[in-house]
């Protein structure tokens, strides 16, 4: 016997809204269960997944925070989606990101006032771009997998971070992190800790989707993700039109970058990305690789990590690892579902070994 | 466009979610508890530091009926931390232990927004009027499993596995290396650093390397096993750190220098609930029992054992100060002369070796 995923072709919305509202219902249920196995209210323990993220000030500004890194993060995953490269070097470019607005607000050229945001921005989407070119141009002209390539050079890009911290950028401390970086860089506030990085994000993710659904660039892009061999009959430069979106993928991720140093941690260490450019990529697929929807289930994600967070501070009985088990079944349940809808399975019989059976 | 199809059914689901939850709270009891939230750089189950914290935690919940505690495991230093320490804020917790370096300013800017919250922050150096500090003389631990380890040596080469490259963690191999050479002047000991507080794996590669270049007793002060499951499988002593970790390692576990929380977190509750607390720094040494070796294992000969014995006395009593001068660093040079000693501010900024350590700390 053999397992197959076949395409359904066209699906209903309808039976999408279907199939998710039950994963998420199916996986309230089992957490129902765990959280009164472990001694909480189950009810109660879920309502706070809800409202911890959502039913506060102080808890929608820490979901909008955390959703404006891995927003960017997820938009640089899905950018390269558009034609079919798997970018699973947002943690990296983060990274470099982190570390090209630090420099520039640290150690950079003096800048205008006004400017100098601006000018750190740049920094960090510039590294991120750069450091996403570098497996385009290993994969179009050394045939190199990108999908390699981007996730081995998120170590390269964490050491870079560590060998700045504990070694010529290390702050006054000893410990390893710069020193803060001047307040005329950071980010402007919106509301309590969430900052201008925010606008940024819905702002560039309108764009990016006007550019690929209104202009030429983005109808090209569009025809040479559909199908390269066509793109290249009908005379579109490829490899160019590739490295483009790589380095637009790994400007983003800069971004995610630049905004945390700019916006929140106002000074680099070795821990400033812990994950967002993985949990990006889960991100991205949920959004079947659209941009605006990326951002949106960004925020569904950061919801359920300040939710799931929330769960021991409001009930000690309920340990950060269960919160775990339910954080993982609900993930699990909402996959499924996504790919379930998408594609049946199609159970074959591995006809040679039949064959000989039945002789 | 198919995406908003999961944002719409996840909003339905939680929609039902919060109509179903709007239930009574439990009835009020005579006395509100004093609710306790602590921030753990690792996972409980290191093995090592967090759970160090964490058995005290557990202690307070067990001494006093009056305390709830929880407790948030794994949180990255930076604007997490700063997220954690509020949601504890806002969720009525009134007294907070901060367990790691790195969250230093995390907490002083937290605890600027909720004045009425205590904060206790873990071997850091900034304070407020609701922020405290507290850690504890562990180089004094290290110093008498250093004796051990010079003992035990017959290569005469030592190693550890060091996770960051920062003053609390150099004074401690400093510590070490003091107590290794005391036995022991010829004696080397050599550092390799992790960079993380807690890595298995790291940890595990370091001390294979360790042995590999000659090392029969391998102390660790980072926050997990692994570097004394590796001596065991490769046959050489383990010095470990936080835990009596003996039963990983059940042949080659030597003693391993230990914390003990409830020594702090005792007092802190009691403080707080009473009204009495005040912003202040604790540092206390073996006298106070914050800080201990771990029982003998039973490989150690007895005349090693009664040596740490006196010695654990005589710094007890204070007629020991292991960081009395002369002390010189790792190139020959006389750093601490006859008749000094290095001042605790010192201490706090130590970013050199003592003669004997091999290894380099960046620049």
């Known amino acids: 016997m053999r397992m197959r995923l076949v395409p359904r072709g066209r699906t209903s919305v309808l039976a999408e809204v279907g199939v998710l509202t039950a994963a998420?219902?199916?996986?309230?249920?089992?957490?129902?269960?765990?959280f009164a196995a472990a001694g909480a209210p189950p009810l109660a323990s879920l309502g706070v997944l809800v409202t911890e993220p959502f039913g506060s000030a102080f808890g929608l500004s820490e979901t909008l925070l955390k959703a404006v890194p891995l927003g960017f993060c997820a938009l640089a995953v899905a950018a390269a989606l558009k034609v079919n490269l798997w970018n699973i070097g947002a943690e990296g470019q983060f990274c470099m990101g982190a570390l090209g607005a630090t420099w520039a607000a640290l150690y950079g050229p003096v800048v205008p006032g006004p400017m100098r945001i601006g000018f750190a921005l740049l920094c960090g989407a510039s590294m991120g771009a750069l450091w996403a070119l570098v497996p385009g141009v290993l994969r179009t002209w050394g045939r190199v997998s990108e999908i390699l390539s981007t996730l081995l050079l998120n170590y390269v890009a964490i050491a870079w971070i560590?060998?700045?911290?504990?070694?010529?950028?290390?702050?006054?401390?000893?410990?390893?992190?710069?020193?803060?970086?001047?307040?005329?860089?950071?980010?402007?506030?919106?509301?309590?800790?969430?900052?201008?990085?925010?606008?940024?994000?819905?702002?560039?993710?309108?764009?990016?989707?006007?550019?690929?659904?209104?202009?030429v660039i983005g109808y090209e892009v569009r025809v040479v993700g559909a199908s390269p061999a066509l793109a290249r009959t009908a005379g579109l430069p490829v490899a160019a039109r590739l490295l483009a979106v790589l380095a637009v993928a790994g400007a983003l991720g800069g971004l995610a970058g630049a905004c945390e140093i700019l916006g929140v941690q106002h000074r680099l260490h070795a821990q400033i990305a812990f994950g967002y450019g993985y949990t990006a990529i889960i991100v991205a697929f949920l959004a079947r690789r659209d941009l605006l929807a990326s951002v949106g289930v960004a925020v569904l994600f950061a919801a359920l990590a300040v939710g799931g967070d929330g769960l021991p501070v409001a009930d000690p009985a309920l340990s950060p690892a269960i919160v775990k088990v339910f954080q993982g079944v609900l993930l699990l349940a909402v996959l499924s579902g996504s790919t379930l809808v998408r594609y049946r399975i199609v159970l074959e019989r591995a006809t040679p070994l039949s064959t000989r059976e039945g002789a | 466009m198919r995406p908003p199809a999961l944002a719409v059914s996840i909003a339905l689901a939680l929609v039902a979610l919060v109509a179903a939850c709007s239930r009574g709270e439990p009835e009020p009891i005579a006395e509100p508890p004093l609710k306790v939230g602590f921030l753990y750089v690792g996972p409980v189950g290191d093995g090592g530091w967090s759970w160090a914290h964490d058995q005290a935690r557990k202690d307070l919940e067990r001494t006093f009926p009056w305390v709830e505690t929880a407790f948030q495991e794994s949180v990255p230093e930076g604007a997490e931390a700063e997220r954690v320490l509020a949601q504890y804020a806002e969720r009525g917790y009134r007294l907070v232990f901060a367990t790691s370096f790195g969250y230093?300013?995390?907490?002083?800017?937290?605890?600027?927004?909720?004045?009425?919250?205590?904060?206790?922050?873990?071997?850091?150096?900034?304070?407020?009027?609701?922020?405290?500090?507290?850690?504890?003389?562990?180089?004094?631990?290290?110093?008498?499993?250093?004796?051990?380890?010079g003992r035990m040596t017959r290569s005469g080469r030592i190693g550890f596995v060091a996770p960051h490259p920062i003053p609390e963690v150099i004074r401690l191999v400093n510590g070490f290396a003091l107590g290794v050479r005391a036995v022991h002047p010829q004696a080397t000991v050599q550092v390799v650093w992790t960079n993380a507080w807690f890595d298995p794996g790291k940890e595990k590669e370091a001390a294979a390397a360790l042995v590999d270049a000659g090392a029969d007793v391998v102390a660790t002060g980072a926050d997990s096993v692994a570097p004394l499951q590796e001596a065991q499988a490769r046959g050489v002593y383990a010095i470990g750190y936080d835990s009596d970790a003996r039963r990983f390692a059940p042949g080659a576990f030597l003693t391993a220098p230990?914390?003990?929380?409830?020594?702090?977190?005792?007092?802190?509750?009691?403080?707080?609930?009473?009204?009495?607390?005040?912003?202040?720094?604790?540092?206390?040494?073996?006298?106070?029992?914050?800080?201990?070796?771990a029982p003998l294992a039973e490989i150690v000969p007895p005349d090693v054992q009664t040596l740490v014995e006196q010695e654990d006395a005589r710094i007890r009593s204070g007629s020991l100060d292991i960081f009395a001068g002369p002390i010189r660093d790792q190139d020959g040079g006389l750093r601490v002369p006859e008749g000094a000693t290095i001042p605790d501010t010192d201490q706090l900024r130590m970013d050199w070796f003592v003669e004997g350590v091999q290894g380099t700390i960046p620049r």
Request: hydrophobic residues 50%.
């Open chain 2, 258 to 293: 230990m914390w003990d929380w409830s020594v702090v977190y005792r007092d802190v509750v009691r403080r707080v609930r009473d009204g009495t607390w005040t912003s202040g720094d604790f540092n206390g040494g073996l006298e106070t029992g914050v800080v201990r070796l």
């Open chain 1, 24 to 34: 998420v219902a199916v996986s309230a249920m089992v957490g129902a269960l765990v």
């Open chain 2, 104 to 149: 230093m300013d995390s907490v002083l800017a937290v605890a600027e927004r909720y004045p009425d919250v205590t904060f206790m922050h873990c071997s850091g150096y900034k304070r407020a009027p609701n922020v405290g500090t507290y850690f504890g003389r562990m180089e004094q631990a290290k110093y008498l499993a250093g004796l051990i380890a």
């Open chain 1, 162 to 215: 560590e060998m700045l911290v504990y070694g010529p950028w290390k702050g006054e401390d000893r410990f390893p992190y710069t020193a803060f970086i001047d307040a005329g860089f950071w980010l402007p506030p919106l509301f309590r800790r969430v900052h201008a990085g925010l606008l940024l994000l819905v702002g560039i993710a309108v764009l990016l989707a006007w550019i690929e659904r209104r202009t």
